[in-house]
């Protein structure tokens, strides 16, 4: 989906208005519990309003929504993701990550997003990339930030680290337990810990 | 779901060829294109029959391909998973898990089947937490015969380098891309490689 183009500074905040509560409602009661009808009360914007900045309705919306799932998804990791300069900062962001997945639990609001949209769809395959995406560029910004590897090792270990995320995750999801998201982070980030600090590992 | 009791070596067998074809079936056809009836002409059995083997008809069958599909999993991965005891062995098994999940593409037998019964039903859970205590102690075993790991280190290896897999197939799954796969799984079993035969990574 495309922004609507020519909207005014006030007509963008109000169409983020709206995404924003739609993102709300379909986190507390579902993608099939909400309609067009309790998004439309909840912002209090009337139906040709809503179509005037979701054309297409229903579907528009929840590509929106989708889109702010996404971002909500690297949001959750700042400050840490934005500043992974020293090896604290990487502990950090670990933390951060197990904390915010742990919380989460079984619910994963971008992943029913991109179910409602097929789990293969162009729409699903263009917003999930373009996350992990940015997410890469941020993993290998710090990767190159406290190392000295060239720009192939690097990315090498962001997408191990992002890969550690995403299978941690989804085991987390199916079986409750965080320990192996944990144990695979601590491998992933490792090789990052300064030298003379190292500890024992295969 | 338990296995009904009492099954002779012949009911066995014939209790197996049913969950085979239904399996193969639903992996032509999706979850809900497999009829009772599809399972029934696919293996000659009579209703009657059908329903000895599997009293609550069509959920006792998904339960039971579901394990099967489970057993598939590790199968896929064979006879490289059953003996990682050299290095070469551990490069044969990435390859052979790169190139499953490749031909596999956007297919997930198993995953489909979990959706069915419920992605974080009891039933799902412990299906697949067993799936990844099997899939965990055939990982173990290989890294402590080819490092001098401590049982601890070489549980936190295998976690590692089963979540890198996890994660790997799930970003294969919404990008169509391997990289991740491959990048993560190199990175997982790199600190397996003889000394001496070290490349320069992070």
Request: proline share 3%; aromatic share 6%.
């Given at each position: ?64 929504v989708t889109e702010y799932e996404a971002c909500q998804v690297l949001e ?66 710090g990767v190159e930030t406290v190392t000295s590897a060239g720009r192939d ?41 300064p030298v003379g600090t190292q500890v024992g590992s295969v």
């Amino acid at each position: 989906m495309k922004m609507k183009k020519g909207l005014t500074a006030k007509g963008r905040a109000t169409r983020q208005r709206i995404v924003v509560a739609a993102a709300l409602l379909i986190r507390e009661k579902g993608i099939a519990g909400t309609s067009l009808d309790d998004v439309r009360v909840a912002t209090a914007t009337s139906k040709s309003q809503l179509f005037h900045y979701f054309p297409e309705g229903r579907s528009d919306i929840l590509a929106a929504v989708t889109e702010y799932e996404a971002c909500q998804v690297l949001e959750a990791q700042q400050p840490f993701l934005g500043d992974l300069s020293t090896w604290e900062s990487w502990q950090d962001w670990q933390h951060a990550v197990v904390t915010h997945y742990t919380e989460l639990g079984q619910r994963c609001p971008l992943g029913s997003l991109t179910a409602e949209l097929g789990k293969s769809s162009p729409q699903t395959r263009a917003v999930v990339s373009s996350l992990y995406d940015k997410w890469e560029a941020a993993l290998v910004r710090g990767v190159e930030t406290v190392t000295s590897a060239g720009r192939d090792a690097a990315l090498g270990r962001a997408r191990s680290i992002l890969t550690a995320v995403q299978g941690g995750v989804v085991m987390l999801q199916t079986t409750g337990r965080t320990d192996y998201l944990e144990a695979a982070l601590t491998e992933a980030i490792s090789p990052l810990r300064p030298v003379g600090t190292q500890v024992g590992s295969v």
